[in-house]
């Protein structure tokens, strides 16, 4: 087996344990974690971030898979908050490849001296609230104890992946991958059978490029996911210049919609104000604009079902011109639930891949898979023999690497037993009972439905500036109010009921885990009425949390 599906960090052989104590802990080096530092440092205070793998990047560290790029475009998912490190970088395309995203997260780690302040290949396996010093206790699996007035967790939304579910990974003689874990050199298929199990984003990246080059690829299918053309391309010189022009304007303009992305213009009608033929026009351009602005085509798309269906089938009408034979496009149609309510992928000759004599699809609905054996995977009663198995099955999103570390807050709580039924949150920023416990674009926030980037961007800011409240007001921790946290909880519910997204079974629910609690985990609300709402809590007095004296 050769895939790391524990991530395997090294300990410091041999030395005893060290003892530090900082203003404010960081944990993960991803998008939110580094501007996190940048922040804390500009602030004067003391502050170590740590990270499990060897470098900076996140998600953009670990998902290294053949085709691995991000599909909001580079000139947006990128940060905001220094207008020379937005003019001087230059992205090579449309949307940048993982390798480009890492080089330009390096730079910038680089580029604000942020690296000395950093220690990779090092865990939090716990910590613990200390309620008479109001300071959390953390433990790593490099064995230092660190104490710290603050805890940032900027541990991502999808870093924690779904371990194997199927028996007998240890008998198969080939080799296991999982897309969130790939290997740092060149893993070369060619000329073996390949199969690859998910096709969700990951997946539909990597299936055209391993189609490529085994001397065979089997993609194991349980659900068809909507997927749309990225139509990536090389930077238009002359674009890039006019955006870097204005770049200011462009920002405020993503603060202020819900998804964070402005290069489609988003649409203000209702898809029945309009006749067939101007809705068809309407998908037809976002088709060759290329990537994820189906979400804005029409304002009611998320919260009418015939209004959704009518996008829905027009995606499934491209599988069908796409893909030559009828039944096989039928199988990669989506049905059953509704357009955007599992995330939509974006592709470069997804469907077209299925037209190639050396890709077979392998329908789980029909028979899951059932075990390993020691040639490939078992589905049914046939057995498929592989050389390597690609896993590209996804994640236990935005609870997931919380709940991996033993949290305690007050009274010795655990967050896994108070999030046993779902995860409660004020804001997705903190949770009651975890004093001066930050959480990134966690559960109840927008986060995954907006630009990551600038949704982390915006939850920094908030967590710097109250930091630096409580030490101008003398006040030694901060916590939401049960109440607050109560209320908040019940909007987010509430929202989330008035939309299409219960009706599939998402990751943004929970219900991609076996056990996992059905919740709806990402706010629908918007970014924009968020970060109003997160705004008007602070110029209230921090309205709905509780700030203790020192
Ligand atoms: P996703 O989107 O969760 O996709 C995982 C895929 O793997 C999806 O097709 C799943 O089918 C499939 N899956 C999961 N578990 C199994 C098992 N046990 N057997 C067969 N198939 C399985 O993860 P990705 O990594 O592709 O993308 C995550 C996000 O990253 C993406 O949404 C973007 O935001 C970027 P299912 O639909 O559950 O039936």
Redesign the pocket.
């Known amino acids: 087996m050769k895939a790391d599906t524990q991530a395997k960090p090294t300990k410091l052989d041999g030395q005893p344990g060290r003892d530090f104590d900082f203003d404010v802990v960081v944990i993960g080096a991803g998008f939110a974690g580094i501007y996190m530092l940048y922040r804390l440092r500009g602030m004067g205070l003391s502050a170590r971030l740590y990270e499990a793998g060897d470098g900076v990047g996140g998600t953009w560290y670990w998902n290294r898979y053949p085709g691995a790029a991000c599909d909001v475009a580079s000139l947006e998912y990128s940060y905001s908050f220094s207008e020379e490190l937005q003019q001087e970088w230059k992205w090579s395309h449309r949307y940048a490849k993982q390798p480009e995203i890492l080089a330009y997260i390096n730079h910038v780690t680089d580029r604000f001296d942020l690296r000395r302040d950093m220690q990779f290949k090092t865990r939090m396996t716990s910590t613990v609230f200390a309620e008479g010093k109001r300071r959390w206790q953390i433990a790593t699996d490099c064995g230092d104890r660190v104490s710290a007035q603050f805890c940032v967790m900027a541990t991502g939304c999808?870093s924690a992946p779904?371990p194997i579910?199927y028996p007998g990974p240890e008998s198969f003689k080939g080799n296991v991958y999982h897309?969130?874990y790939w290997p740092h050199e060149r893993v070369d298929f060619s000329g073996q059978r390949v199969g690859v199990?998910?096709?969700?984003?990951?997946?539909i990246q990597c299936i055209p490029l391993i189609a490529e080059e085994a001397a065979h690829l089997h993609v194991?299918q349980?659900?068809p996911?909507f997927s749309v053309p990225a139509r990536n391309c090389p930077m238009d010189p002359d674009y890039e210049r006019s955006i870097k022009a204005n770049y200011a304007e462009l920002r405020r303009r993503e603060r202020e919609s819900d998804f964070g992305f402005m290069l489609v213009e988003p649409n203000t009608k209702s898809t029945f104000e309009v006749t067939p033929e101007e809705r068809q026009r309407e998908y037809e351009h976002r088709w060759e604009a290329g990537g994820l602005s189906y979400y804005t085509s029409f304002v009611d798309l998320m919260v009418n079902r015939e209004a959704n269906e009518t996008v829905a089938e027009f995606v499934r009408t491209k599988i069908r011109e796409k893909v030559r034979d009828p039944a096989l496009a039928e199988l990669l149609c989506p049905k059953g639930y509704p357009f955007g309510a599992?995330?939509v992928c974006t592709d470069t000759n997804y469907y077209e891949t299925f037209n190639r004599d050396n890709v077979t699809l392998v329908d789980?609905r029909k028979s899951?898979?059932k075990k390993f054996t020691a040639k490939g995977l078992q589905v049914g009663d046939t057995e498929y023999e592989l050389d390597s198995v690609v896993f590209?099955?996804?994640?236990d999103a935005m609870t997931g690497a919380l709940l991996n570390i033993d949290i305690r807050g007050r009274g010795g709580r655990l967050l896994k037993q108070k999030w046993a039924e779902g995860p409660r949150t004020y804001l997705g920023l903190m949770t009651e009972g975890f004093p001066n416990l930050f959480i990134t674009t966690g559960p109840g926030s927008p986060s995954?439905l907006y630009n990551m980037v600038l949704g982390n961007e915006q939850h920094v800011d908030w967590i710097a500036n109250c930091i630096e409240h409580l030490r101008k007001q003398d006040r030694a921790a901060i916590e939401p109010a049960v109440e607050a946290e109560q209320a908040w909880g019940e909007h987010v519910n509430e929202v989330a009921n008035q939309t299409l997204f219960p009706l599939a079974?998402s990751?943004y629910l929970g219900a991609?885990v076996p056990g996992k609690p059905r919740v709806i985990l990402p706010y629908l609300g918007g970014f924009r009425a968020y970060s109003q709402k997160c705004n008007e809590v602070v110029s209230k007095g921090y309205e709905g949390f509780a700030l203790t004296a020192r």
Request: charged fraction near 20%.
């Open positions: 999808l779904k579910e897309t969130a199990v998910g096709t969700g984003s990951s997946g194991f349980r659900t996911n599992k995330r789980l899951p898979i590209a099955t996804g994640f995954v079974d990751w991609n």
